[in-house]
């Protein structure tokens, strides 16, 4: 129970790499509470918590509203841990083709709201003497792929807040980390699948890995093991991490 008596806050936990990370979290000892916008998911991500379900908590809250993230924030004398996970892949298409509604939107949720988010979280964590930051990254962070302009620019964008936050934080015991889960069977592949348009939409499913194992690993980067890692990009598929967390070693 290495997270005992810690709180964390799971943006987009009612689905994937975000639900499983809610139930590592709270295998390891900590109370969570989680977000997503439909509320049916919501409840079912509850309802599949177990015997955990005393310590996990489900809110409906859009990761790009301020005001009820200031709600969230607010509440138990803010968290200690924050995941920012909430995220979407779309639009998919080549630049000259996109609705520029849907790219600026994708900004809006997958780096816009991740900033949101840690901003609120600092504040609560400086208060407490620290805390830690995990911000879900991607491969498409580092390397442009066809039909993902939006989501490439969201990624890197992140992958610099992340490395910002360490420069000006790290040093108040607010440990950060970029963390890219790898190719992983969830919601979000599938519509990647049905697109086509690049590799990664070509890898069949039965190669992609379980979402336990980001999961697990999101749960380990917020422990005392994993501070030596602060401030850096860090990604599922390096051996080094794996051992240390406990997975398997990949085929
Ligand atoms: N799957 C992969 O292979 C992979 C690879 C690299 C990086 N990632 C990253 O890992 C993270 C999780 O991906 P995933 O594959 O688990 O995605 P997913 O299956 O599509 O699940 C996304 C989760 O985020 C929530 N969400 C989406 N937009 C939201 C919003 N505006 N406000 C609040 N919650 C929102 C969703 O719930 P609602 O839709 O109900 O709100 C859902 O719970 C993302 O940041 C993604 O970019 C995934």
Redesign the pocket.
């Known amino acids: 129970m290495t997270l005992a008596g810690r709180t964390a806050l799971v ?10 990370a809610v139930r590592a979290l709270a295998a390891a000892g900590a109370r969570v509470t ?5 509320g049916a ?2 409840a079912a ?1 509850l309802e599949g918590q177990g015997s955990a379900a005393g310590t996990v908590e489900g809110r409906v ?5 301020r005001a009820g993230m200031e709600r969230l924030a607010g509440t138990g004398g803010g968290f200690d841990i924050l995941i ?6 779309g639009p998919i298409g080549r630049i000259a083709e996109v609705a520029v509604a849907d790219w600026a939107r994708n900004i ?3 780096l816009i ?1 991740a900033f949101h988010a840690a901003q609120l979280a600092i504040r609560g964590m400086l208060q407490k003497g620290g805390g830690v930051i995990v911000n ?5 962070a580092h390397r442009p792929l066809e039909g993902w302009s939006a ?1 490439c620019a969201g ?1 890197a964008g992140l992958a610099m807040l992340t490395r910002q936050i360490h420069e000006e934080y790290g040093g108040q015991g607010i440990r950060v980390f970029g963390f ?13 699948r049905a697109s086509g348009i690049n590799p ?1 939409s070509r890898i069949p499913r039965e190669n ?2 379980p ?1 336990d194992e ?1 999961g697990r690993a999101i749960a380990w980067l917020c422990t005392p093991a994993a501070a030596g890692l602060a401030g850096q990009e860090l990604d599922i598929r390096d051996p080094a991490l794996r051992a240390a967390v406990g997975l398997e070693a990949l085929p």
């Open positions: 943006t987009g936990g009612s689905r994937g790499i975000g639900l499983a989680f977000t997503g916008r439909d998911a919501v991500a809250c859009d990761v790009t509203d920012n996970n909430a995220g979407i892949i809006e949720v997958n709201a879900l990254s991607s491969g498409a989501y990624k890219a889960p790898g190719v992983v069977d969830t919601d979000m592949q599938g519509a990647i990664v992609l890995r979402a980001p």
